[in-house]
């Protein structure tokens, strides 16, 4: 069964930058559709970048992009969203989740991470 770790937020002060990971055990994430999500306190879950890890077919939402990158390393098992010029909106639980469908996005998540907490505030 696949399982997925969120690791890499904390607090930041506005315009600097993070890298958030999702590492998977139990499987290869080679065939998965994997996304990134957040959710901040009393708001709806964003979808805000995803990537095919077999193809590197990739999304970002207008929300984020130009600013927000999502990569993956298959050696490693694991996709990453390099975020830049941080904002203060940006300040939400970080989530990924994976699909086995040959997405972009998943749209029926198998797994999910547990989350991880980025604050950007100075």
């Known amino acids: 069964q696949l399982q997925l770790a969120e690791s890499g937020g904390g607090l930041v002060q506005p315009g600097g930058s993070l890298r958030v990971s999702c590492t998977a055990s139990?499987?290869?994430?080679?065939?998965?559709?994997i996304g990134w999500f957040r959710q901040a306190p009393g708001q709806e879950r964003e979808r805000i970048s995803c990537?095919?890890?077999?193809?590197?077919?990739?999304y970002t939402a207008d929300s984020v992009r130009g600013r927000f990158t999502v990569s993956r390393d298959n050696a490693k098992n694991a996709v990453y969203l390099q975020m830049n010029s941080l904002k203060p909106e940006d300040t939400a639980v970080y989530y990924c989740?994976?699909?086995?469908?040959?997405?972009?996005?998943?749209?029926?998540?198998?797994?999910w991470g547990q989350g991880t907490q980025v604050t950007v505030s100075s």
């Open positions: 989740a994976a699909d086995p469908g040959n997405y972009v996005c998943p749209l029926h998540p198998e797994s």
């Open positions: 990537i095919n890890v077999r193809d590197g077919r990739t």
């Open positions: 139990g499987r290869t994430l080679e065939y998965y559709a």
